[in-house]
């Protein structure tokens, strides 16, 4: 199996900054990588799948890019409603997942 | 609407069994592949299984955790998605999320995301 693994686990940020999360894949999965926001008690929610293509109606503050091995999630400027856990996922693997805490 | 909702979720004691439902709306289910992915609590994601559409071969792959013990099904009439879980263990305990799947198929094997989810239904593996 593909093994996901995301950095930081925990990342503390400041509405407006912009921050990215990073994701490595244990062998070349292309482009074939999903990135999830999970608030808590909600369900996952779809923002960039094929690494890139952003999912309709996610904002465009939203970006995601890599391909092979390493992959990132950006958020241009950090809203209020962004805080939250953010995981990547391929196949079958899900990453730990990157909490976003307010500083 | 385009929705997915999960039922069947309670309590039930070590070695048990339960069944999920998971009822779709709003899309062709019959053409969709399905997935379950559960969530221990305070954990991250674990996907449990698939099940293909049947025109694609109704055919199931399962995580090593589960495999032997859960089978997914689904009845196409009734728009609904299952997972039957037998011998239930405390590590089972979760919260179960129902998903669609949208998969390419390539040389190098199935590669998919999950679009659509459901809200989840807890099931708690207890004595």
């Known amino acids: 199996d593909i093994q996901m693994t995301q950095s930081p686990s925990t990342l503390s940020a400041s509405v407006g900054d912009r921050v990215t999360i990073t994701c490595r894949a244990s062998?070349?999965?292309?482009?074939?990588l999903a990135w999830y926001q999970q608030k808590p008690g909600k369900a996952p929610k779809l923002l960039i799948y094929?690494?890139?293509s952003l999912e309709s109606g996610v904002p465009s503050r939203f970006s995601g890019s890599g391909s092979g091995t390493e992959f990132t999630l950006t958020i241009s400027s950090l809203q209020p409603d962004d805080f939250a856990t953010y995981y990547c996922?391929?196949?079958?693997?899900f990453g730990q997942g990157t909490k976003v805490e307010i500083k | 609407e385009v929705q997915l909702v999960e039922s069947g979720g309670g309590l039930v004691k070590p070695g048990g069994s339960l069944r999920l439902s998971c009822a779709a709306s709003?899309?062709?289910?019959?053409?969709?592949?399905m997935s379950w992915v559960r969530q221990a609590p305070g954990k991250g994601l674990e996907w449990v299984g698939r099940?293909?559409?049947?025109?694609?071969?109704?055919?199931?792959d399962y995580a090593a955790p589960v495999k032997g013990r859960f089978t997914i099904s689904r009845d196409d009439s009734k728009n609904t998605l299952y997972l039957q879980m037998n011998t239930l263990k405390t590590e089972d305990t979760a919260v179960y999320y129902c998903?669609?799947?949208?998969?390419?198929?390539?040389?190098?094997?199935?590669?998919?995301?999950?679009?659509?989810w459901g809200r989840g239904t807890l099931v708690t593996v207890s004595s």
């Open positions: 996922q391929s196949r079958e693997t």
């Open positions: 094929k690494a890139s």
């Open positions: 709003g899309f062709t289910f019959s053409n969709a592949w």
């Open positions: 099940i293909k559409s049947k025109t694609d071969g109704g055919t199931t």
């Open positions: 062998q070349s999965i292309s482009s074939w």
């Open positions: 998903t669609t799947a949208q998969t390419t198929v390539t040389t190098r094997g199935d590669f998919w995301y999950f679009d659509l």
